[in-house]
Nanobody, 124 residues
Framework: QVQLLESGGGLVQAGGSLRLSCAAIGRTNSVSAMGWFRQAPGKEREFVAAVIWSGGNTYYADSVKGRFTISRDSAKNTVYLQMNSLKPEDTAVYYC?????????????????WGQGTQVTVSS
């Protein structure tokens, strides 16, 4: 079993930046791809970004392209989400997720492991 521990959320003004971290602990060899999702109050959980562990290919939702960057540090088994030019509509609980398959997916159901979530609030 792999555990995913997120950190880095908080309150920021519109236009500001935050960096989220997600450390994978335990059976890290069971994770071949990792993603970030977010869920705003009253809305469904949605895909934000993903990275394939081997090779480092990255994928983004259209709503965050050009503003968010996902990256990984293999030595630390950690994934990051650098969020710049934040907007009030980015306000949500952000979740880190891992999946065994090394193919890209933006589907919530295709991820096997989830972190506890971290709150990001962007004020206008």
């Amino acid at each position: 079993q792999v555990q995913l521990l997120e950190s880095g959320g908080g309150l920021v003004q519109a236009g500001g930046s935050l960096r989220l971290s997600c450390a994978a602990i335990g059976r890290t060899n069971s994770v071949s791809a990792m993603g970030w999702f977010r869920q705003a109050p009253g809305k469904e959980r949605e895909f934000v970004a993903a990275v394939i562990w081997s090779g480092g290919n990255t994928y983004y939702a259209d709503s965050v392209k050009g503003r968010f960057t996902i990256s990984r540090d293999s030595a630390k088994n950690t994934v990051y989400l650098q969020m710049n030019s934040l907007k009030p509509e980015d306000t949500a609980v952000y979740y880190c997720a891992g999946r065994r398959s090394n193919y890209y997916s933006d589907s919530v159901d295709s991820y096997d492991s989830w972190g506890q979530g971290t709150q990001v609030t962007v004020s206008s």
